[in-house]
């Protein structure tokens, strides 16, 4: 079983950043994929970035240049550093672990941009 929690969510203005942790315990395989996906109020969950255990990343186009995903040392973190918010960045922000065919979900943090 695996137990994700982030931090790092809060209200920031336009143009501000922010740093978003997730922090994974259990049982974690040496192969994964781990992640950040958001929802919005009456949107669908989508993915934000994902970086494997070898450090390939992938980002949204709605992000790319402004977003940065990396891990944390002990390979169990992961961080996202989010540039140039922009009030459409606002949603509930997931972290998501994938090891083989199953995912796991963080609770979830609020990332809230003013205008």
């Known amino acids: 079983q695996v137990h994700l929690v982030e931090s790092g969510g809060g209200l920031v203005q336009a143009g501000g950043s922010l740093r978003l942790s997730c922090s994974a315990s259990?049982?974690?395989?040496?192969?994964?994929?781990m992640g950040w996906y958001r929802q919005a109020p009456g949107k669908q969950r989508e993915l934000v970035a994902s970086?494997?255990?070898?450090?390939?990343?992938d980002y949204a186009d709605s992000v790319k240049g402004r977003f940065t995903i990396s891990r944390g040392s002990a390979k169990n973190t992961v961080y996202l550093q989010m540039n140039s918010l922009k009030p459409e960045d606002t949603a509930v922000y997931y972290c998501?672990?994938?090891?083989?065919?199953?995912?796991?979900w963080g609770q979830g943090t609020q990332v809230t941009v003013s205008s």
């Open positions: 998501s672990l994938l090891q083989s065919t199953f995912r796991s």
């Open positions: 259990g049982s974690i395989f040496s192969i994964n994929v």
């Open positions: 970086i494997t255990n070898s450090g390939s990343t």
